[in-house]
């Protein structure tokens, strides 16, 4: 069931964006990959473990990084963060204990941050001209 939720949800907040207009804005996908990176950090302040809030920490901090990169140079590294967190939810588990984790929750952010990917490439593809070849300043 996280698997389907996950995919809708994804969906249905790249059509939202893609409609409303968010997207054309270069710092909504960034802002995308930096909330979903957060949520392991919040779900360590749940859990009362300062320890997994500092190991969630750093991991978010990769994150950050990937989406300033995206912000700054090309969108296609948000493209790359999404995928690379996706994978991030997959082995989670194997090597962060976080007690405040949601069993569901990295299948639904897996499935979620796939589809986000998708939905940016493909946006980016439909818009090179417009939106993928803008070189971005600071």
Known sequence: MEYI???????????FAALVGFDRDRAFYPTVLVV????????????????AATTEALG???????????????????????????????KHGLFIDNAGVPLWWPSFCLIYDIVAAACLGLLLKLRAGRFANVRMTK
């Open 60 to 90: 978010m901090t990769v994150f950050l990084i990937v989406a300033v990169a995206g912000f700054k140079f090309s969108p296609w590294w948000i493209v790359l963060g999404l995928c690379a967190h996706g994978i991030y939810d997959f």
């Open 5 to 15: 939720i996950g995919a809708g949800l994804a969906l249905l907040v790249a059509v």
């Open 36 to 51: 979903i990176a957060s949520y392991y950090v919040l779900f360590a302040a749940i859990g009362g473990s300062v320890q």
